[in-house]
């Protein structure tokens, strides 16, 4: 089925305003592995990726039992078939800067899909208190989560610019978590990138954790982590890379820490952001997709 945009797609103007809603963190908070950093937020993005040379766009899509699973997709302009990568977002869902991560994917030459996790909860960008945001977030079952990307994928199959056979994923904080374990789920992911993914179980939502199905990864993974987040501590880092070891695992897939980096350093509209880790990260993980088959040509 050839893809063509409807009244739900569009183009998307950036320039200059972005519609970030605007939330307070608490200090240093840790559940269920995720360390949220001190705020508030800054005033807007510092890198905002132009669409100039992309497709954009939002629609909804068929997903399990009936429902509708918002997406929002960025694509090379060009024609021809891009290797294609899941963008997993944060607990506040499919925001903007994560929007503009898929774009950033685009220029560099991949079919990138953000699909909004949490859109049977709600718009978790409008609350205030990071507690219950962190509550709403956790009503997400692992096998709801799996469910709506595994739709999503099914839906992407059908674009002819999009090539699944190699197909890679990235996410950060619950999303990358959610790229450990759904890497682990689905055997078509050729590679993953997990940006300071949570390692601690929140049951019963989600019992299991990247350390827990070590074993049973079907690509290598690239753990991106920061040295200073309180929330995810070297000695869960060194459980995580003890357990790759022992599932023979520590030769495809690594975790790589920055040292007195904190949690969400990646996130430049946050004050935890870190350029030159961030960008450092960036281009380890787009070298992680070339070395492991996700790569353009």
Known sequence: MKFTPSGDSQKLSLEPILSLNRRNFLVSTAVAGMAISAGPVMAQQLIVTSTDGLETGELKIPGPSGSQIPIYFAIPGKAGKYPAVLVIPEIWGAHEHIKDVARRLAKAGYFSVVAEPYFRIGDLTKLTDIKEVIAGANQLTDEQC????????????????????KLGITGFCRGGRTTWMYTAHNPRIKAGVAWYGGLNPAPPAMPLTPIDIAAKLNAPVLGLYGGADQGIPQATLDRLTAALAAAGKDKESLVHVYPAMPHAFHADYRPSYRKEAAEDGWKRMLAWFRKNGVYAG
């Open 146 to 165: 799996f469910a709506d990307l595994d739709a999503t994928l099914q839906w992407a199959g059908k674009q002819p610019k999009a090539d699944l056979g």
